[in-house]
């Protein structure tokens, strides 16, 4: 049932081949001797045209080019978790693999598990119904369904016991009367998204560690969102903070486009960090799809396909997906560089006029779901926007923005100070940030809303004051507005500006965040009461405590809360009688103890 | 069919670097040729497009003299390869792998293929080994590690060459010293400035650790698309092979950058920003990633590849797709440079992203992330002040504003200017001594311990 076909035209990643039989649009296709991968993406009479995901260097006029009469699939299967692959999820490593050559089969081999069935012979199945569990080493338990294409009557299943994952697990009968089997592992074609029973809407943030991020711009659990941000300002940092520290059960990484030693910084380090919800280590929860700048630009252009895909795996069976896709502009100028060479006319920026669509197909796999067996699941997609120039109005960021409901922008000017994270809070939102005040009232923080949009209020009061301080001088303004922009300072460095590096601050937990602000709004508060009272600005700047303030994310951890209460009674002891002396603290330069 | 080694009377058209023939012979995308005209002089070229009628050949030298009935082309019948062995250490080499120092060839071990193969990210080691190059400017702040790629972002008339220079000279390895080895890459040099070079590595007694690869800004256009490529495969040879640890100064990328766009142009394809090629983005890739450790190797490559902004605007094209490649920048200032500050280094625009692997307790000293971090946000608030104290006056400043515009004043020159090389101790000496002006409630990114210890 396999067409063939024979090249007439190479150019880059792309081919043309006159074929003789039938070749269907997106089907995968194996190209030479070394059995290239690739894919049909045009048919023209006599003529395929298609994109090749490996390099094609020594591809002539002549050479065979057979079908497999099957979409691009990946393979999916307990063995998964830890992984690190390329962007059509084969694995990436082995022996003897310091360079990638192109053709070099990957084979995954079989990886044995521990497999319980849940079902007996007899048994109706469902699609996506649970028939088991399965565990790899000592890694996580994993529920095995059926196929979301298969149904019907069980024939047999696997005993209990260790089992390869490509063994036959289960045999079925149709509705249709024919037998079917299937495996723990199992394939899927990763541009149609895998079946739910419906979607449900948003109704909890996932909750990232990120103070800036949770408490200002929360993003929903199967929601999404973008980061933009020029070279420099801190995309990748973020992401890798977000895949440590967010509260999902399964990180998928990816890679599109990006540095080698970024790759090799998360191998390093993954491994050595604990997740933070079930104390095993961070890569037993975490899937790394690497396409790196230098691989073959097609397999960029499937890698987050590749991606979501195994998202939504883990989604069905019932589990909080995040993936972080770094970075969503080099796929999408893996897309105008194949497009350009099959010649297509160009849309805005050089891009296929498609782009627009495949985002939103691709923003569109985010959801929180019931699974077709009843459980709740959610593929959280956060993309990283990387615009030339920094020039936000580009295609990939505006299109963008019309899919994603966070936006989180990146600042130059935050990253030039190492401001990190450079989140820009007046240029990012959350559309979502209302629904959540159930949540924070959940984790004790019923003034969490309150709180949110008194300190934003008081960012925009500080873009306003600056501006007119860049007019008149700072000393001119009213001692009142001057205060405004002292608090916001230490605003700034005390809850927004947290280190991806500290081990103290690198997640902070909703606890600890509405803590800070509480202690926050109360300085905030002590502070404009004294001035009112008569205290100088001058002894408001020099209280000793704000040295402290401005340093608790990095002096009081998430399991030390009752630190935050003893620096309440200090900055609160140390603005009583403020109005009254004479002159408050002359010399700023004493060190806090 | 089997393939004639040499094929006659088939060219159909000649368009600038590029050899248009009829397709008479089994040849594969990316195979070497050599192209002669009438002249007898044998051109090295390559095939760039395939079709079944037609191939399309770029000639990697001047195609003057060439015409159609008399051109004979010979194939390879495989792509573009290197030979090299030991022995290329103090050797120079043209632009397309050729000795041109007047000496023997090389005795090669092995053939490489100049485009090389894309490293796998399972197989590399995250570069940590701190360098210390002696300028301050980088060495607390932005810190470089064997096996980055950080290039220098310049303009044209900046002393560029002289910091490249004096990072090859002083670079090394904090206690262990290690077999250490130079490639530089002159593309599209002029020839005084690949002179300066030769005569400054070889008044520092560092040429004969030096393999130099010159293509000269008289040489044709489309060789400058491989001269990095063969001395990057140098470089790979050198490090993985004999185990050496390699620093390749590439300079100037924008020449190679230009040089890509006019044989994009003459190809017929689609221009994207600027007219530069929409693969830009993926072709700089295959050359700045080709810099890293890998596990069970003893040898590294590091990249240090200067780049000239043009108009000196850093959301060109260029230093923007490179500052998306490679793992931080080093940006030089015309103001500093006009001030007098050396090296003129923009620290604020500056960045390393590998600094924070290599830098603090196991690396470098506890407080050294701790002290950059501090020294940058202090730099870029008087940067700020500097901003507003043009509008407003020095006057019209808070007494705090103004120790900051100090501070700014002094970090230039005290700091970022240096007569010679520092020690990192040196460099982190300076550092406190700045920060010890400041008003110690505000230096918020240090600990209490780290003020009590250095600003006592």
Known sequence: MSARAEICWVSGPVLRARCEGAFALREAISVGPLGLLGEVVRIEGEEIMAQVYEDTTGLKPGVEVRGSGLPLSIELGPALLGGMYDGLLRPLGGPDTAFVRAGASFGRGHVVAAFEPAVKPGDALSAGMIVGTARVGDGPLQKVLCPPDMAGECLWVAAAGLLADDALLVRLRGADGIEHGFAMRQRWPVRTPRPVARRLPAEAPLVTGQRILDTLFPVALGGRAAIPGGFGTGKTVLLEALARGCEADVIVYLGCGERGNEIAGVLEEFPELEDPRSGRPLMQRTVIIANTSNMPVAAREASIYSAVTVAEWFRDQGLNVALMADSTSRWAEALREVSGRFGELPGEGGYPAYLASRLADFYERAALVETLSGARGSVTLIGAISPPSGDFSEPVTSHTKRYVRAFWTLDVKRAQARFYPAVHPLMSYSEDAARFRAFWAGQGADDWWALRQRFLALLEEQARLERMARIIGKDALPPRQQLTLLQAEIFNEAFLRQSAFSAVDRIATPARQAAMLRLLARWMDLAEAALAEGATLAALAAVPSLRALARMGEEIGNQELQGFEALRERVEAEHTGLADKHQGGDDAGTAAG | ?456
Request: proline fraction near 6%; glycine fraction near 10%; aromatic fraction near 6%.
């Open chain 2, 1 to 456: 069919m089997r393939a004639p080694l040499l094929v006659e009377h088939a060219a159909t058209k000649l368009d600038g670097p590029l050899l248009f023939l009829k397709r008479t012979v089994e040849a594969a995308l990316g195979d070497a040729v050599e192209v002669r005209g009438r002249d007898g002089h044998a051109r090295l070229g390559r095939i760039v497009a395939l079709d079944d009628q037609a191939l399309t050949i770029e000639v990697l030298e001047s195609s003057a003299g060439l015409d159609l009935p008399s051109t004979v082309v010979r194939f390879r019948g495989e792509p573009l390869s290197f030979a090299l062995g030991p022995g290329i250490l103090g050797r120079v080499f043209n632009g397309v792998g050729q000795v041109i120092d007047g000496g023997p060839p090389i005795a090669a071990s092995e053939h490489r293929a100049i485009d090389g193969l894309p490293m796998n990210p399972v197989a590399r080691a995250l570069p940590r080994d701190f360098i210390e190059t002696g300028v301050s400017a980088i060495d607390v702040m932005n810190s470089l590690v064997r096996g980055q790629k950080l290039p220098i972002f310049s303009g044209g008339g900046l002393p560029h060459d002289r910091l490249a220079i004096d990072v090859a000279r002083h670079a090394r390895l904090r206690g262990a010293g290690g077999d250490f080895a130079i490639v530089f890459c002159g593309i599209g040099l002029p020839y005084d400035s690949a002179e300066a070079f030769r005569s400054a590595l070889e008044a520092s007694g560092a040429l004969e650790r030096t393999a130099l690869f010159l293509n000269l800004a008289s040489d044709s256009s489309t060789q400058r698309l491989l001269t990095p490529r063969y001395a990057l495969t140098a470089a790979e040879y050198l490090a993985f092979v004999e185990g050496k640890h390699v620093l390749a100064i590439l300079t100037d990328m924008t020449n190679y950058c230009e040089a890509l766009r006019e044989v994009s142009s003459s190809k017929g394809e689609m221009p994207s920003r600027k007219g530069f090629p929409g693969y830009l983005y993926s072709d700089l890739a295959t050359l700045y990633e080709r810099a890293g450790c890998l596990r069970g190797h003893p040898g590294t490559l590091t990249q240090l590849s200067i780049l000239t902004m043009p108009a000196d605007d850093i959301a060109h094209p260029i230093p923007d797709l490179t500052g998306y490649i490679t793992e931080g920048q080093i940006v030089l200032s015309r103001e500093l440079d006009r001030r007098g500050v050396r090296p003129p280094v923009a620290v604020l625009p500056s960045l390393s992203r590998l600094a924070k692997d290599g830098t603090g307790g196991k690396y470098t000293h506890p407080d050294h992330p701790a002290l950059a971090s501090q020294l940058y946000a202090a730099y870029a608030r008087a940067v700020q002040t500097r901003v507003l104290a043009s509008v407003v006056g020095e006057d019209g400043l808070a007494e705090a504003d103004r120790r900051y515009l100090a501070f700014g004043r002094r970090f230039e020159q005290d700091f970022v200017h240096q007569d010679g090389p520092r020690t990192l101790e040196e460099s982190m000496d300076a550092g406190w001594r700045l920060l010890a002006e400041l008003p110690r409630n505000e230096l918020t990114r240090l600990s209490d311990a780290q003020i009590a210890a250095h600003l006592a």
